[in-house]
């Protein structure tokens, strides 16, 4: 298996269908996350950094007990600094490209876990720009609205307006365009074209685009004066930004960003991660109760063609979509994940059992999520980055 990265995709025009392809614009194929340890040169979260955090944290939060964060850049340099006093902030975000689904939540859930347990401040950058620019269909005004739509999505998790900053990229670029100007001067274009696989036919806005998001890395020093590192925790296909961003920190006088990645949720279908364009095998946000349970219903599982061969012979819920959810999410007692593991290994339990439970907790889930979605349109201007 051929592991292709920006600069691979953008040279090769026989891409077969099999082969794993994360870009920060594209994720394909069956992800080998260690294969993506080696190539990307970040590191993976060793037990003792582990301990580091649980030092801090108490319970390690489900999302490093099951390594769904599994990498990091410069973690431990973080926590350093952090012991000895120096704090850090968080900092990431969102590309409004269409509604949120369950699977962009993961993330944000452990960012919100991480600044209560840390109490640290969030930067969170809404990126229309980037969704205008890198889609030839798109029009501004469509990706400014779900601009809207995807913070509402956020502040319902629990973030505080306190010490949560949201940063619109077209609404707030006065407070981004001196420090994108400063970085993207010391990126040439041959070290973008490797990072990022741009071609001739790329868009130049597109090209200066990665400037942006290094932005928010830094913005802290310039709105309170204090110089510390921003920790980004992230999905994995994100870190080419970060690379270049760290390439460039130390020349501009601010700390290198460190990072903290995750896996991707596997969607319902075969393979491959949930993604909004593919609506069917996605958990959005907004799905009505019957949508879900349709979904859930259509999902891809590791069962047998008949239950008399399942009960039998057991199923495999190391390919099941639906497993995953309880993986990432919907189960937090370890041991009963384990108990659930085992009967559908079994045979004793079958996938229709498993299904309707998910779609229950999802749905109970969802509810919640609404109406905590609703009451932040009355809150949403305060988390608004102020000058
Ligand atoms: N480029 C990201 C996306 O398309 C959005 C984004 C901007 C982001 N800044 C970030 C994601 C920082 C993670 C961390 O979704």
Not at 219 to 248: C, F, M, S
Not at 249 to 275: D, E, V, W
Not at 306 to 315: S, V
Not at 317 to 342: G, N, T, V
Request: charged share 25%.
């Amino acid at each position: 298996m051929v592991i292709k990265t920006a600069a691979l995709v953008a040279n090769d025009n026989n891409n077969n269908n099999n082969d794993m392809v994360v870009t920060p614009w594209e994720v394909k194929g069956k992800v080998d996350y260690d294969k993506l340890i080696k190539e990307f040169g970040t590191q993976p979260l060793t037990s003792e950094l582990l301990n580091r955090v649980g030092a801090h944290t108490g319970k390690l939060h489900l999302q490093l007990e099951r390594k769904i964060f599994f990498s990091h850049r410069d973690l431990d340099t973080v926590l350093d600094l952090y012991d000895k006093g120096t704090k850090f902030v968080l900092y990431t975000g969102r590309g409004p490209s269409g509604p949120v689904h369950i699977g962009h939540l993961v993330p944000w859930m452990f960012t919100l876990h991480l600044q209560q347990k840390f109490k640290t401040r969030l930067y969170f950058q809404i990126t229309d720009d980037e969704k205008y620019l890198v889609n030839d269909e798109r029009d501004l005004g469509e990706t400014s609205k779900w601009s809207y739509e995807n913070a509402l999505d956020l502040i319902a998790l629990g973030f505080k307006p306190e010490d949560t900053f949201i940063i619109y990229n077209t609404k707030d670029i006065d407070l981004l365009y001196d420090i994108s100007l400063k970085v993207a001067k010391r990126i040439t274009y041959s070290t973008a074209r490797s990072s990022f696989g741009f071609q001739d036919s790329t868009n130049i806005g597109w090209v200066y685009w990665p400037a942006l998001q290094a932005a928010p890395c830094f913005i802290h020093k310039k709105l309170t004066g204090e110089n510390v590192p921003a920790l980004i925790p992230a999905a994995i296909d994100q870190d080419p930004y970060w690379r270049v961003t760290r390439d460039v920190a130390q020349k501009l006088g601010y700390c290198k960003p460190a990072q903290i990645h995750c896996r991707f949720l596997p969607g319902l279908g075969t393979n491959g991660k949930m993604s909004a364009s593919m609506p069917e095998t996605s958990i959005f946000t907004i799905d009505q109760p019957d949508d879900v349970k349709k979904k859930i219903w259509g999902a891809f599982t590791g069962g047998k063609p008949t239950a008399a061969e399942q009960r039998k012979t057991g199923a495999n819920p190391a390919i099941c979509s639906i497993f995953q959810y309880y993986h990432y999410l919907f189960e937090e007692d370890l041991s009963k994940l384990k108990e659930r593991e085992h009967k559908c290994i079994t045979g004793e339990m079958l996938c229709g059992e498993c299904k309707k439970d998910i779609a229950e907790k999802l749905n109970k889930f969802l509810e919640a999520h609404r109406e905590r979605r609703e009451k932040a349109k009355d809150t949403i201007e305060q988390y608004h980055i102020k000058r």
